[in-house]
Nanobody
Framework: QVQLVESGGGLVQAGGSLNLSCVVS????????MGWYRQAPGKQRELVAR???????NYADSVKGRFTISRDNTKNTEYLLMNSLKPEDTAVYYC???????????????WGQGTQVTVSS
């Protein structure tokens, strides 16, 4: 069984910062690309940022220069440092991990339960 547990969400004023964490635990043979997605009320889930095993990163245009994704492969953990937050960043943030559970299994995507981020104006 695999679990992804996010933490670090909350309520912050515009211009403030939050640091999200996502710990992946359970039966893991290899942990591949990891990422953060978000879903605002009435909108589709969208990619925020993703990071490869070697540390290559991609960001949505809306967060470039404000958000930083990182990972600690020794802890099976990824982070999202969010600076200069705006009210439009308000959403439920989900972490995603692509991983193989064993040498015999194919890679698959796993999701966390989500953490609420609310930015007040």
């Amino acid at each position: 069984q695999v679990q992804l547990v996010e933490s670090g969400g909350g309520l912050v004023q515009a211009g403030g910062s939050l640091n999200l964490s996502c710990v992946v635990s359970g039966s893991i043979y290899s942990l591949n690309e990891m990422g953060w997605y978000r879903q605002a009320p009435g909108k589709q889930r969208e990619l925020v940022a993703r990071i490869s095993t070697s540390g290559n990163t991609n960001y949505a245009d809306s967060v470039k220069g404000r958000f930083t994704i990182s990972r600690d492969n020794t802890k099976n953990t990824e982070y999202l440092l969010m600076n200069s937050l705006k009210p439009e960043d308000t959403a439920v943030y989900y972490c995603k991990a692509n991983l193989r559970r064993s040498v015999l299994s194919y890679a698959d995507d796993y999701w966390g339960q989500g953490t609420q981020v609310t930015v007040s104006s």
